[in-house]
C-alpha cells in the first residue's frame, strides 16, 4: 500500500519521501513502483519520460529526521493499533505543527490514533483501495476532533492524485471493511461447513453477483493475517458476534497460509 500511494503521488508531480525501516524495503518498493509503471507505459496511460519523471521525484530515506520536510504525511504500515500509535507519536514530534497526519488504516479507530498525538484535530484517516494505483476510491475518515479544514485538505488532495475521496465517519471498518470483511469471513464460514469450494463460492459471487473476483480470492489478494486483524477490530469494537471471526480463518493464519505473499491461501501462487 505504501509503495503505490508513494506510485500515485509521485506521478501526479509530486515530490515524496518514502520513508521504511530499511534500505532493502525501500529498494523491494522502487522496484514495484518502477514495474507499475512500466504496465502504464505499456497500456500506454503515460509516457517513459512521464516515467522517468515520476521515479524521480520519490526519495527513499530511512532515516526520520527527513520526515520533517513533509507538507503532508501518509502512514501505511501494519494493520496493528500499538505499531501505528508509536509511528504516529514519533511524526508528531517530527513534522511541522501545522502538518496534517493521515492514516492509510483499514479498519483502526482514527480517534484512537490521533489520541497519540498532540495535534488531535490535524489526524485523518486516508483509506486507499488495494491496487492503489488503480482502484479510485479513497474513503476519508474524521476522528472525533479531525477539523474541518483537515478534512478538507485532504479531500483536494486525494483530488489531485485522481482519487474520488467519499468521507465516512470513524467506526470500526469504516463502511468499506464493515461490509467487506463479513462477507469474506461468510464466504470462509462457507468454505469450512462444506457449502461449496472456493472455486464455487467464488464462482456464484462473480457469475451471480457480477463481483469482479470472488470472496476468496479477494481475501488471499489482501491477505488472510489482514483479514483476521480487521474482523477481530469489527467483534471487538461492536461487541457483535456476527463479526466473530470464522475458525477456519485463524487456523489458516496460525499456519502460516496468508494468501498470495505467502504463496498459498485458498489458492495456491
Do not use: W
Not at 476519508?140 to 467519499?166: F, H, M, N, Y
Amino acid at each position: 500500500m505504501g509503495n503505490g500511494i508513494a506510485h500515485v503521488a509521485a506521478r501526479s508531480g509530486l515530490r515524496v519521501i518514502l520513508h521504511d525501516l530499511e534500505q532493502r524495503f525501500l529498494d523491494r518498493a522502487l522496484g514495484t513502483i518502477a514495474k507499475n509503471l512500466d504496465r502504464e507505459v505499456a497500456k500506454g496511460t503515460i509516457s517513459a519520460d512521464d516515467k522517468s519523471a515520476a521515479l524521480s521525484r520519490v526519495i527513499p530515506s530511512t532515516q526520520n529526521g527527513a520526515l520533517a520536510e513533509a507538507d503532508f504525511v501518509i502512514e501505511a504500515v501494519i494493520e496493528d493499533f500499538e505499531t501505528k500509535a508509536k509511528v504516529f507519536a514519533a511524526v508528531d514530534t517530527i513534522a511541522r505543527p501545522g502538518v496534517i497526519l493521515a492514516s492509510n488504516t483499514s479498519s483502526i479507530s482514527i480517534t484512537k490514533i490521533a489520541s497519540k498525538t498532540k495535534r488531535p484535530d490535524r489526524v485523518i484517516g486516508m483509506h486507499f483501495m488495494n491496487p492503489v494505483p488503480v482502484m479510485t476510491l479513497v474513503e476519508i475518515v474524521r476522528g472525533l476532533a479531525t477539523s474541518d479544514g483537515t478534512c478538507e485538505t485532504t479531500k483536494a488532495l486525494a483530488e489531485s492524485l485522481r482519487k474520488t475521496p467519499v468521507e465516512v465517519n470513524d467506526f470500526p471498518g469504516f463502511v468499506s471493511n464493515r461490509v467487506l470483511m463479513p462477507m469474506i469471513n461468510e464466504a470462509i464460514y462457507c468454505v469450512m461447513e462444506g457449502v461449496g469450494t472456493p472455486e464455487s463460492i467464488d464462482s456464484v459471487m462473480k457469475l451471480g453477483m457480477n463481483h469482479p473476483m470472488g470472496p476468496l480470492t479477494l481475501a488471499d489478494l489482501i491477505g488472510l493475517d489482514v483479514c483476521l486483524g480487521t474482523m477481530e477490530v469489527l467483534h471487538t469494537g461492536l461487541g457483535d458476534s456476527k463479526y466473530r471471526p470464522c475458525p477456519l480463518l485463524r487456523k489458516m493464519v496460525d499456519a502460516g497460509r496468508l494468501g498470495k505473499k505467502s504463496g498459498q491461501g485458498f489458492y495456491k501462487y
